[in-house]
């Protein structure tokens, strides 16, 4: 519904007072017309210099065509068709500047026609990753905290592990045997086959300590101090930043317990939940824009990328997902938020503020300044509707000034006649 229609306590008193303005004037028109032979009771109308027809008969009252005149015939205003119009005239030039009536051109400005739907922010899934333990052992550090920020390959916790030790072990004492093969192939003491056998075994111990992290280099150096202890490095798989952490120095842990979650909030996912009946003009790859209640005043830009097959049988919605920058970090996972869908962007249409859209039995209508107390009560064509302003599509000129402020005053003139105070017979 429009704004417009939102009547407070406060707009239903400026009303009030506006037609309360409006018919005093109305009265004081009436005593400078009894010359003209009108009055409330009995409707006479002066007839133009053009032959006589139906658009020649001009409303005494009003000083408009017959056929115009919106007071005498409200009417009309449900049954206007884009473009058409009818005139109203206020009781007085002055009556539009007691009444607060404010007017402007329209606004060129761009502006996105699209669909809003409810949604719900949450972590981007292929940036959201627990760092585990790979092996069974104890805790020995505790590199990384809650909320800090830790680069790709970043040591987030040392663990030490039996198993590890013993593969150290066994790497260390096969590339020791692997040297001593290599010797005696040289003396020609041993047999080729056995020189292979060695090979093979150093390279089948130094690759279960490449999936662990250890490079062959470390083997090495840890098998010229045997007497160190061999800690594990727990590494972070990307950079990003730790909203999870249950790793506590000294706790004994299994092989695959999460230590960490790590997420990577620059870009963050909006999971939106689309009415059955807006899907048709909805595509992968349309502009999203996500506003959140508690970051009021922002807009935050995505990209729609996923639409499911399925509509909800008893919600009649359609769950689809969009991709949405978060370069500050202000979204936050589980937020609920606000999302248009824009599927028509207009780069230079006309624009105006909510409050000089006005509607009578449904129909859109714009009050357009005629003169000083003359305004053109004018059907239009909408288009997009965004942060308070509305396009119109056709039925206006750039340099049309158009009624933005207490418009109501001037609906008020336009409908009088429904409240008694008509000059037409019926």
Known sequence: M???N?????????ALFAVAVLLTGCGRREERSEHHGHDHDGHTHAQSAAPAGASNLMCAEHGVPEAECGICRSELAGRLKPGESVKVRLPSPESAMIAGVRTASPEHGAIGEGVECLAEVSFNQNKLAQIIAPVAGIIQAVEADLGARVEEQQVVARLWSASVAEAVAKAVLSHQALDRERKLRAQRVTSEKDLQEAEAAHRAACQQ????????????????KPQETVLLDVRAPFAGEIVERTAVRGAMVEAGKPLFTIADRAIMWANLNIPETALAGVRVGQPVELTVDALPGRTFAGTLTWISPAVDDRTRLARARAEVSNPGGELRDKMFARARIITRRARSALLLPDSAIVRVEGNPLVFVKVAGDLFEA???RLGARANGRQEVLDALKPDDQVVVAHSFAIKSQLLISRLGAGCVDD
């Open 2 to 4: 429009n704004a417009q």
């Open 6 to 14: 939102n009547w407070s306590p406060t707009r239903i008193a400026a």
């Open 209 to 224: 300590l490449r999936l662990l992290g250890f490079s062959e280099e470390q083997v090495d150096a840890m098998g010229a």
């Open 378 to 380: 004018r059907a239009v």
